[in-house]
Nanobody, 115 residues
């Protein structure tokens, strides 16, 4: 059985930093892409960042230069380092893992940026 465990969310002041982690267990198929999405109240879920098996990264424009995605293949874990956080980054953040067979989603972790 596959489990995705997210951690690292919380409340932070504008300009602060957080590091999200998503650890996957039970995955037996090759992982192709790992990524982070977010969904703010009243808005659609959007892609924040993704990283391929070849470590090619992609970011939505609003987080470029502030967020960094990385992965540890030995631990099936994907990270999102978020710096210079803004109130508009407030959302539930979800990790997504795409294997050659199917896609898995994490349960979500709340990130709130507020003074």
């Amino acid at each position: 059985q596959v489990h995705l465990v997210e951690s690292g969310g919380g409340l932070v002041q504008p300009g602060g930093s957080l590091r999200l982690s998503c650890a996957a267990s039970g995955i037996i198929y090759r992982i192709v892409t790992m990524g982070w999405y977010r969904q703010a109240p009243g808005k659609q879920r959007e892609l924040v960042a993704s990283i391929s098996s070849g470590d090619i990264t992609s970011y939505t424009d609003s987080v470029k230069g502030r967020f960094t995605i990385s992965r540890d293949n030995t631990k099936n874990t994907v990270y999102l380092q978020m710096n210079s956080l803004k109130p508009e980054d407030t959302a539930v953040y979800y990790c997504k893992i795409v294997t050659i067979v199917r896609t898995y989603w994490g349960q979500g972790t709340q990130v709130t940026v507020s003074s």
